[in-house]
């Protein structure tokens, strides 16, 4: 079953109706927003990575700097959200996320937070590009029409879901095909995760945690199978491109793999959880559909209630 669905897959370009996709351009505009450092403080890039290999990117640093920067995000952003100016808005976008992104991981230690986020604003750069050399200069001005805005964003979605099958592959390559039998050794990741929480924070790990810890070292066996599927999840979240059921319950079990990571090992991935609402779940639309669904039924009750008090 599992081969002929990898076999008859297809990547669904969904027919976002006009408010649905400004309301992704909403939430992904705040999300950068509030995403966007407000202070750095970092004068030097003693482990370069990425883009620092070639780029000084302490110049941030600077609060003058910053402030001036996130002035052009927060003009970048309105133009992203009112559709006008959309690649040089998709440009500045890019260029902040990036910049910050590339300075903070250079540091000595790498953080995910940003790089989801980079990537989608990436494939929709490249999406606005393509269309505006298509079309001619002017496009890049104007307004994007609607069946560009949905090619922009699928080109989102992939660049998310990419980052789940990315994270899966890495996990089987890691572990020479052994992940799930080696997730007992969990309970060490987590009592890892919460001594260096105490030693940054002075707070306690919470009851949970350490009866979480217990229950991996005395349930092995109970242990991949609660978190087995998560890498199954992860591997074939590509899925959710094959259309708009797909997606959500796709989005659902990511949404809920992130919140029992948040609770179990305390490590939040605010950014991904708040894009597979915004992209994946598509929370909006999902309000929408139930209500249609549930007036539907409410009709349909009236009307055989009507039919039976006429005989």
């Known amino acids: 079953m599992l081969g002929k669905l990898l076999r008859n897959f297809d990547s669904v370009v969904i027919p976002h109706a006009a408010w649905e996709i400004a309301l992704m351009r909403l ?32 110049f ?14 927060t003009l970048a952003l309105i133009c992203y959200v009112c559709n006008f100016l959309m690649v040089p808005a998709l440009t500045a976008m890019l260029f902040s996320s990036v910049s910050c992104g590339t300075l903070s991981n250079s540091q000595g230690y790498i953080g995910h937070m940003v790089q989801p986020v980079s990537l989608a604003i990436l494939a929709q750069f490249l999406v606005a590009c393509y269309y505006a050399f298509r079309r001619g200069s002017p496009s890049a001005l104007a307004g994007m029409p609607l069946g560009d805005h949905r090619v922009l964003v699928h080109a989102a979605k992939v660049a998310l879901l990419s980052c789940y099958v990315t994270a899966a592959i890495t996990k089987i390559e890691r572990s020479d095909g052994k992940w799930i039998s080696r997730t007992p050794n969990l309970a060490v990741q987590i009592q890892k995760t919460t001594d260096d929480k105490y030693y940054n924070t002075l707070q306690p790990a919470p009851q949970h945690t350490k009866d979480l810890i217990r229950f991996v070292n005395e349930h092995p066996s109970w242990t991949k199978f609660i978190v087995g599927p998560s890498l199954f999840l992860e591997a074939f979240a590509f899925l959710a491109l094959m259309g708009r059921g797909w997606a959500f319950f796709i989005g659902i079990g990511l949404f809920i793999m992130h919140w029992m990571i ?3 090992m305390q490590l939040n991935f605010l950014a991904m959880e708040m894009m597979v609402l915004i992209f994946v779940i598509n929370v909006p639309f999902a309000v929408y559909f139930l209500a249609r669904k549930l007036a539907g039924s409410n009709v349909s009750q009236a009307l055989v209630s009507a039919r039976l008090r006429s005989y």
């Open 262 to 264: 948040s609770v179990a």
């Open 27 to 58: 939430g992904f505009a705040m999300l950068i927003f509030t995403n966007t450092p407000v202070y750095l403080g970092l004068p030097s890039q003693p482990h370069p990575t990425g883009l620092a290999h070639f780029f000084d990117f302490t």
């Open 60 to 73: 941030l640093s600077s609060t003058e700097n910053l402030n001036l920067l996130r002035v052009v995000l």
